[in-house]
């Protein structure tokens, strides 16, 4: 009897213990892999040294941002100047300055590169060049890279509209052949439409074309005013023959001239590294002078400037920046107006 009562309990505990290891609140469950990461813009923090808002403006008023070139009379770089060496005029007014920086800092830069038919055996010296200028830059500096023939292309993936990787820029340069016409109007609408998406407050542009269009659906006019309004310190690199029927050598000087960048002209492609080395080197040693225009009536109408840069002992050096600004009010969040760089 003892035994019939221990046996059944047994078989009591084993359904209990059955159950138990039936229910799913029990199972053990597999570990989940952790989430991708989120997408960030590939760009290097600023160095800890630096004071990453050492050139950033926040202002409840329009500060224009003058991005100077400062050369002696035998073309070299002009180091160590102060806020007092320099002078702006703004319709032959003096200005008064009110922000100044003279450091090698960060900027947001876009090449703007022809891959139309006519540029096809130059193609190699032309990716060279444009990485060569890369590797000479800022290494904080924010790129990217518009290509165009008959259509616009922008280089990098849609999730990284910046970077400062040497492979990707390679990449974003290489990906397109050179064939077809040429949009040279509408590539750098995108591009300067791009440059307002940076983090940075000074921006430039670098262009290497021929300066001929025959594609676009932009207008020379139009191009030339959104240039004017963005204050971008635009480059350009003329990238021809005697023979190509579509160069444009005036209008690449016309608007490097406008916006205070330079034009170069190389005879030879084997002389592109040589020049986009110097656009690095010029970009970085540049000169940020910003000022409050005291006309405040913004209507839209261009503003004349002038820069002058003298020595504490009376020296005058040759200045380079943009020849003049449309007063036209711009709805930003800080609204502050970019000059150059």
Known sequence: MILARLLLALSFLAIVIGAIAQDPANETKPVQPPAPPVSTINVPPPPASEDPDAFRVS???????????????????????????????????????KTFASKDVPVTVGLVVDNSGSVRPKKPEIVTAALTFVTQSNPHDEMFVVNFNDRVMMALPDDMPFTADRNLLRQGLLQNPAQGRTALYDGLITALDHLQKGRLDKKTLVLISDGGDNSSSTTHDELMRRAEESLATIYTVGIYDDNDKDRNPGFLKSLARITGGEAFIPQNPSHLVGVCEKIAKDIRNRYTVGYVPSNRDYDGKPRRLRVTATSPDGKHYEVRTRTHYLAARKETSSRTREGGR
């Open 59 to 97: 202002s409840d008023v329009e500060l224009v941002l003058l991005d100077i070139s400062v050369k002696d009379s035998d073309g070299g770089f002009v180091s160590g100047l102060k806020q007092e060496d320099f002078k702006v005029y703004e319709n032959k007014v003096l200005q008064n300055i």
